[in-house]
T-cell receptor
Framework: DQQVKQNSPSLSVQEGRISILNCDYT??????FLWYKKYPAEGPTFLIS?????DKNEDGRFTVFLNKSAKHLSLHIVPSQPGDSAVYFC?????????????FGKGTKLTVNP | NAGVTQTPKFRVLKTGQSMTLLCAQDMNHEYMYWYRQDPGMGLRLIHY???????AKGEVPDGYNVSRLKKQNFLLGLESAAPSQTSVYFC????????????FGSGTRLTVV
């Protein structure tokens, strides 16, 4: 039962254009959402997060949008740069038994072409 | 500022052998986690710890044991390795600040033959 879904395994965009990465979730108890970026042979690095009480959070070129009614979030990267080429993981946070757990999607590989 | 350090980075084991993966963090984080990443599977939680001396099971704990004897270290043990445990293992740590996410190590690539 996959609770966090990233339905696009890969995405290719031109440098300077917008990259939109999508994520869907099924558990309405998730109350925090995060995006991580992962380069080959490295660990994931935290990119941006959003609380379930918000619908948008922006940090420089990165913006995350949350649509709670649709159980959908997206990450926008504007403008995209070749250095953004990486695998992006969506993660959802839930507190169970007094401790927080993150559930990850399978990832979307973004390629930004010069 | 090392962050989260995992050792070893690579290892090849024979079926039935045992080994321990070490994770060390220097950020004074309370929470530590072990994940595995398999192709097409994303990151799955094996075990986690909410503080020194505590451990708990995650999503895929079978075949693994963990210990958190010191706050800065979280050890993942494989008592009898199986080919199904071939994976990339990531350790992570965090504060109880849900907005800032986890800090991950660079991973251990384990192959069981």
């Amino acid at each position: 039962d996959q609770q966090v879904k990233q339905n696009s395994p890969s995405l290719s965009v031109q440098e300077g254009r917008i990259s939109i990465l999508n994520c869907d979730y099924t558990n309405s108890m998730f109350d925090y959402f995060l995006w991580y970026k992962k380069y080959p042979a490295e660990g994931p690095t935290f990119l941006i997060s959003i609380s379930s009480i918000k619908d948008k959070n922006e940090d420089g070129r990165f913006t995350v949008f949350l649509n709670k009614s649709a159980k959908h979030l997206s990450l926008h990267i504007v403008p995209s740069q070749p250095g953004d080429s990486a695998v992006y993981f969506c993660a959802a946070s839930i507190t169970q038994g007094g401790s927080e757990k993150l559930v990850f999607g399978k990832g979307t590989k973004l390629t930004v072409n010069p | 500022n090392a962050g989260v350090t995992q050792t070893p980075k690579f290892r090849v084991l024979k079926t039935g052998q045992s080994m321990t993966l070490l994770c060390a963090q220097d950020m004074n984080h309370e929470y530590m986690y072990w994940y595995r990443q398999d192709p097409g599977m994303g990151l799955r939680l094996i075990h986690y710890s909410v503080g020194e001396g505590t451990t708990a099971k995650g999503e895929v704990p079978d075949g693994y044991n963990v210990s958190r004897l010191k706050k800065q270290n979280f050890l993942l043990g494989l008592e009898s390795a199986a080919p199904s445990q071939t994976s990339v293992y990531f350790c992570a740590s965090s504060y109880q600040d849900r907005a800032t996410g986890y800090t991950f190590g660079s991973g251990t690539r384990l192959t069981v033959v």
